[in-house]
T-cell receptor
Framework: NAGVTQTPKFQVLKTGQSMTLQCAQD?????MYWYRQDPGMGLRLIYY???????DKGEVPNGYNVSRLNKREFSLRLESAAPSQTSVYFC???????????????FGSGTRLTVV | GEDVEQSLFLSVREGDSSVINCTYT??????LYWYKQEPGAGLQLLTY?????DMKQDQRLTVLLNKKDKHLSLRIADTQTGDSAIYFC????FGSGNTGKLIFGQGTTLQVKP
């Protein structure tokens, strides 16, 4: 099925460990986004990639890095995990560009990360 | 800057109407969205409205936009237990230089009692 695929769905890390969250979309979307969701705070933007080859910081980028590997894939890396990074992470992609309506967002089903 | 605010919780009886409210701060041309999140799931787009519209209706959903007060509401008619979820209001800028990022409210948990 077409959409946004995130792996893994669940992960437990120890403080200081590193890991990469994977995201892939098969809709030929230009823009991709990483959000984290915490109770009572909604979704906050970590990083985004407006097009292949570009990445930019969002609202809460500290402790994360990203790679836009190609048009399909946008990965999020935690170099040294901290308990404050315990969260649900969502990847999203969007059709269109800056001049056209933004309603083409598609979200993945999320990665539930616990850092102990 | 951009900011989106929502109340955190709403409880209604099955069959009643639910009204979920949202305020936003950006005065630029913008799209405003309502997303639904069921437990353990991702976000599902319910509806959206552009800032030059006042109202949009889609089956049981009615979106009202008051541009003067920067207030957005989602009305769900004949609320069902299956409507129990978290509802997120989100804003996205439109136009030159827009990177398409969504700014989300905190989410309103809707509890529907039978």
């Amino acid at each position: 099925n077409a959409g946004v695929t995130q792996t893994p769905k669940f992960q437990v890390l120890k403080t200081g460990q590193s890991m990469t969250l994977q995201c892939a979309q098969d809709m030929n979307h230009n823009s991709m986004y990483w959000y984290r969701q915490d109770p009572g705070m909604g979704l906050r933007l970590i990083y985004y990639s407006a097009s292949e080859g570009t990445t930019d910081k969002g609202e809460v980028p500290n402790g994360y890095n990203v790679s836009r590997l190609n048009k399909r894939e946008f990965s999020l890396r935690l170099e040294s995990a901290a308990p404050s990074q315990t969260s649900v992470y969502f990847c999203a992609s969007r059709a269109g560009d800056s001049q056209y309506p933004n309603y083409g967002y598609t979200f993945g089903s999320g990665t539930r990360l616990t850092v102990v | 800057g951009e900011d989106v605010e929502q109340s955190l919780f709403l409880s209604v009886r099955e069959g009643d109407s639910s009204v979920i409210n949202c305020t936003y701060t950006d005065s630029s041309s913008t799209y405003l969205y309502w997303y639904k999140q069921e437990p353990g799931a991702g976000l599902q787009l319910l509806t959206y409205i552009f800032s030059n519209m006042d109202m949009k209706q889609d089956q049981r959903l009615t979106v009202l936009l008051n541009k003067k007060d920067k207030h957005l509401s989602l009305r769900i008619a004949d609320t069902q237990t299956g409507d129990s979820a978290i509802y997120f209001c989100a804003e996205s800028l439109f136009g030159s230089g827009n990177t398409g990022k969504l700014i989300f409210g905190q989410g309103t948990t809707l509890q529907v009692k039978p």
